[in-house]
């Protein structure tokens, strides 16, 4: 049975920073295309980051190029998205998917864990 869950995940101030983890079990994220996705209270989910299972290629959405970095411990079987410079604009609750391939949309990922919320203040 395939687990994400995610953790790290809190409220943290304008200009802070933040480090999501997503442990998986039932399957190797290095195995895997990993991505993660944000969705804000009242809208659609949105494609934040994807990073392919070789690493070769990694996938920003404009919104947090720059500023947000995904990264991979196979021998932790953990994927990180650490967040910097946040805004009020980044609240939503994140979650983490693995897939196939690098993608931006949410349904070319059958494997999603259960979201942890991140809200920044002003």
């Known amino acids: 049975q395939v687990q994400l869950v995610e953790s790290g995940g809190g409220l943290v101030q304008a200009g802070g920073s933040l480090r999501l983890s997503c442990a998986a079990s039932g399957l190797s994220v290095g195995s895997y295309a990993m991505g993660w996705f944000r969705q804000a209270q009242g809208k659609e989910r949105d494609f934040v980051v994807a990073?392919?299972?070789?690493?070769?290629?990694?996938i920003y959405s404009d919104s947090v190029r720059g500023r947000f970095t995904i990264s991979r411990d196979n021998t932790k079987n953990t994927v990180y998205l650490q967040m910097n410079s946040l805004t009020p604009m980044d609240t939503a609750v994140y979650y983490c998917?693995?897939?196939?391939?690098?993608?931006?949309?949410?349904?070319?990922?059958?494997?999603w864990g259960q979201g942890t919320q991140v809200t920044v203040s002003s």
């Open positions: 998917a693995a897939g196939n391939s690098p993608s931006r949309w949410p349904n070319m990922y059958p494997y």
């Open positions: 990073l392919a299972r070789t690493g070769a290629t990694t």
